[in-house]
């Protein structure tokens, strides 16, 4: 199965001059609890997640409507493209410790979103091979990662 034949078309997306508040505002009408940052040319050069937002509304003295969503966004952008397999995009976001990939075409523009539990909808009951993959990848992003949180809060802080 083919990554376009799971992912979610149109999703909801931001700019990197939008503040963390409206980034909020948006996961919330939209139900979603990632926006791909998309600038002008419609590349996407990052994402936002609630988790992001939540951090860093824990770790600054800032208003959610004072900082960009720029400021907050890594520009390791964790993609796959439409026409890879599924299982491919289960790995990667394993590897990665992602729930949610943008679906990108090659010059970075978003088509769509894929997340565990897109292709948990489209698995069959008896696709075993599929059922396994989806188990392993929750357990992969879930996988507690302390140490780099650690180190990611320490250099902020510096």
């Known amino acids: ?82 026409e890879d397999d599924v299982g491919a995009a289960l790995s990667t976001r394993g590897r990665r410790q992602v729930r949610r990939l943008p679906v990108l075409d090659r010059q970075r523009r978003l088509l769509g979103v894929i997340s565990l539990t897109d292709i ?5 009951g008896t696709d075993v091979l599929r059922c396994a993959e989806i188990v392993c990848a929750l357990q992969a992003v879930t996988e507690p990662h302390f140490e780099q949180a650690q180190a990611a809060l320490q250099s902020e802080s510096d």
């Open 1 to 82: 199965m083919q990554v376009k034949e799971c992912m979610r078309q149109d999703p909801a997306t931001c700019g990197p001059e939008t503040t963390r508040a409206q980034a909020v505002g948006t996961m919330w009408e939209r139900d979603c609890g990632m926006l791909p940052v998309v600038q002008q040319d419609g590349q996407v050069v990052g994402v936002i997640t609630d988790r992001d937002v939540a951090i860093a509304l824990g770790t600054r003295s800032l208003l959610a409507s004072e900082v960009a969503v720029r400021d907050v966004i890594s520009g390791d952008v964790v993609s796959c493209g439409p």
């Open 120 to 124: 948990a909808r489209r698995a069959s």
